[in-house]
């Protein structure tokens, strides 16, 4: 079974501080797809990163950063310089080879960035 | 380029009152559709997804149903409303052609059951 584990219910900051955020997944599959979105207060799901697990490469995308290792089953996210704008809800999520290609989500991390 | 659209954005029903909520993607053909539903302060949940006109997958059994009459069209409905259907429902469509595995939401509609 697939399954995708934040345990971080909610985190504050203070602005400019650095943040990581945990993701742990489990499945059988050997190829799979990991997801990180965003969904603000509007509620709109917003796509930030996917990966696919032959790709360990970290990735960094302006203050976003991503941390892929199979070894520990984790795909952890780093926003450096935190901002006001970061607060929001941070979904990690999963999907195998099927030709469904459903999502399964973790519970999310809330995250509330103070001035 | 892609865009989705999901009416009504917010809806209040009563209990035992019908739904239907409507999701139409446009710029695509053959997408995948879905349909997610987060609960209050809670994760997503699959609802049913479609990879054709007509094809439906139910994920969770329950009393809500799914349509997908047009290619770019999914619906979703009840015939009556439970409490426990509030929540926020999220449509979300994948490109239909290989090449990308990356599923991308609506705005939603929020759901108000009372």
């Known amino acids: 079974a697939q399954k995708v584990t934040q345990a971080q219910t909610e985190i504050s900051v203070v602005e400019k501080e650095d943040v990581t955020l945990d993701c742990v997944y489990e499945t059988r599959d050997t190829t799979y797809y990991l997801f990180w979105y965003k969904q603000p207060p509007s509620g709109e799901l917003v796509f930030l990163i996917r990966r696919n697990s032959f790709d360990e490469q970290n990735e960094i995308s302006g203050r976003y950063s991503w941390n892929f290792q199979k070894s520990t089953s984790s795909f952890n996210f780093t926003i450096t310089a935190s901002q006001v704008v970061d607060s929001a809800v941070y979904f990690c999520a999963l999907s195998g080879r099927d030709s469904s290609y459903k999502l399964i989500f973790g519970s999310g991390t809330r995250l509330l960035v103070r001035p | ?114």
């Open chain 2, 1 to 114: 380029s892609q865009t989705i659209h999901q009416w009504p954005a917010t809806l209040v029903q009563p209990v035992g009152s019908p739904l239907s909520l409507e999701c139409t993607v446009e710029g695509t053909s053959n997408p995948n559709l879905y349909w997610y539903r987060q609960a209050a302060g809670r994760g997503l949940q699959l609802l049913f997804y479609s990879v054709g006109i007509g094809q439906i997958s139910s994920e969770v059994p329950q009393n809500l149903s799914a349509s997908r009459p047009q290619d770019r069209q999914f619906i979703l409905s009840s015939k009556k409303l439970l409490l426990s259907d509030s929540g926020f429902y999220l449509c979300a469509w994948l490109p239909g052609t290989s090449g990308t595995d990356t599923q991308y939401f609506g705005p939603g509609t929020r759901l108000t059951v009372l």
